[in-house]
């Protein structure tokens, strides 16, 4: 589950930038830099807001940098959206022109978020989104079946007639993921004190971010009541005493490819496919699409797609 309640940091004083104040008046060109700082708040990459960028100076360049911001209607849009079809002598595929309508959306729903026009022109806009190949998910009995593996790697050869030692990291490993959803560069970042061990049957962990932009992603996710039993062994056999798992990405790759391959699944189990499966999982068990956004880390702008796509994984079988 996910928990919004973070416990305080220390940090030194950070000076403030005086936001851009706009209004109905402003001319287009200014809200575009006052959009631009509030994505470089957010968690957007560089390239994501370059791209926003490029679509919105497209839009100036069609309705004119001086326009005021506010009297922009939907109809401009619409004869926007008309004019990168058919009058701007570019071609525009169907993918170029659904990501230039995400940008006029995105766009006009935060200034009418934030008060700066009494409403949004580009709500009312549609475009069907590109599909995009499903990703891969672990079905229950497979779930089951990946853990049964890593169980047994866990407690070695029983009859000690082989040379397998116990290896409690695999079970670690996949448990967390299917448990959290956590990212790769997520789970890399995980150190011992991100760990909240105080309530014997409630294991937490504090997903933590160093760059103040991504404060906001910053959560805290139950773990399964089992998993610090299986922490304190795993901590005896790897001789861990700061980074949960002190060792490269590609090595933890290696582990999931082939704990899945001892468990005769038929396709590489992966990070992305355990954040999947959890997702997928939370999903079917009842788990608010805002909760699950949040579990997950998801900006609003990323959960459009994401959300999309876990519906329909979650969806029963017709």
Known sequence: MFDEKLPPRISPAQPQAEPVKLTTTTPIHAAFGGFREHMARRDLTENTIK??????????????????????????????????????????????????ITSL????????????????????????PVSTPLPDILFDAQVEQLLATTNMLRHGDPQGAGERKPDARPYLLVSLLLTTGIKKSECMALVLNHLDLSEPEAPAVWIRYGDARHRHKERKLKLDAAWPRVLEEYKAQYKISDKLFACTARNLEYVLRDVGQLAGLPKPVSFEMLRWTCAVRDSRSGMSAEQLRHKLGLSKVTWEEAGAKIAKLAAPAL
Do not use: M
Not at 78 to 88: A, N, P, T, V
Not at 105 to 128: C, R
């Open 105 to 128: 959306k995105v766009f006009f729903a935060w200034l009418a978020d934030t008060g700066v026009i009494p409403s949004d022109p580009a709500a009312p806009l549609v475009h069907k």
């Open 51 to 100: 791209s926003f960028q490029y679509d919105l100076n497209i839009l100036g360049q069609f309705v004119g940098q001086s326009r005021p911001v506010g009297s922009i209607s939907t109809k401009d849009l619409d004869d926007f959206i008309e004019w990168l079809l058919h009058g701007r002598g570019v071609p525009c595929n169907q993918k170029s022109l659904g990501r230039r």
